[in-house]
């Protein structure tokens, strides 16, 4: 399975923008990149995915290296309800996401 | 968009017996998967729910001890078979279509096996 690769941890402060990294080299031209995250007792949450271009949605942007063996997970301006698991993913042609251990992200005030 | 409920959302159970999770989505999906994720650890794939066949299990899970199944587009159930204390830990429904985009998860349901 083609996997990714995550900080464990990242912090920002609140009302700034937060840059989520991700590296998949090993991804297959058929592999989307999935982002979900994961708040405390909760069930993971879809925020975004992307093939080849950048991608925008009212949650965040995708931003997708052209060899696209990288990716950025983009939150514009954090907030405390932002803090969470972000899990950048590649969906398997099959459907499932195999998830990694992702990046705990922590909001300050 | 598809809405997921998971029964029970938490049992304590004694080790030797058996839990049957059920999972029902509000909209016919084509894909449905369980998850399991233990303390404070990401999700671990455990099997692809088939509608009307066997279900698909990742290595090192296997059908007598996590039966699944799926008799329609919107339910499945997953039983958690002969429990031990190592089987304490949330298990997870998903359901999705077979195009890429959004998969939905439930809440899970937390199993402590005592």
């Known amino acids: 399975d083609a996997k990714t690769t995550q900080p464990n941890s990242m912090e920002s402060n609140e009302e700034e923008p937060v840059h989520l990294p991700c590296n998949h080299s090993t991804i297959s031209g058929t592999d989307y990149i999935h982002w979900y995250r994961q708040l405390p007792s909760q069930g993971p949450e879809y925020v975004i995915h992307g093939l080849t271009s950048n991608v925008n949605n009212r949650m965040a942007s995708l931003a997708i290296a052209e060899d696209r063996k990288s990716s950025t997970l983009i939150l514009h301006r954090a907030t405390l309800r932002d803090a969470a698991v972000y899990y950048c993913?590649?969906?398997?042609?099959?459907?499932?996401?195999?998830f990694g251990k992702g990046t705990k992200l922590s909001v300050k005030p | 968009s598809a809405v997921i409920s998971q029964k029970p959302s938490r049992d304590i159970c004694q080790r030797g017996t058996s839990l049957t999770i059920q999972c029902q989505v509000d909209s016919q999906v084509t894909m449905m998967f369980w998850y399991r994720q233990q303390p404070g650890q990401s999700l671990t794939l455990i099997a692809t729910?088939?509608?009307?066949?066997?279900?698909?299990?990742e290595s090192g899970f296997v059908i007598d001890k996590f039966p699944i199944s799926r008799p329609n587009l919107t339910f499945s159930t997953l039983t958690v078979s002969n429990m031990s204390p190592e089987d304490s830990s949330i298990y997870l429904c998903?359901?999705?279509?077979?195009?890429?985009?959004?998969?939905?998860f439930g809440q899970g349901t937390r199993l402590t096996v005592v």
């Open positions: 993913i590649l969906r398997r042609s099959q459907g499932n996401l195999i």
């Open positions: 729910a088939n509608q009307g066949s066997e279900a698909t299990y």
């Open positions: 998903s359901a999705g279509q077979i195009s890429p985009g959004e998969a939905f």
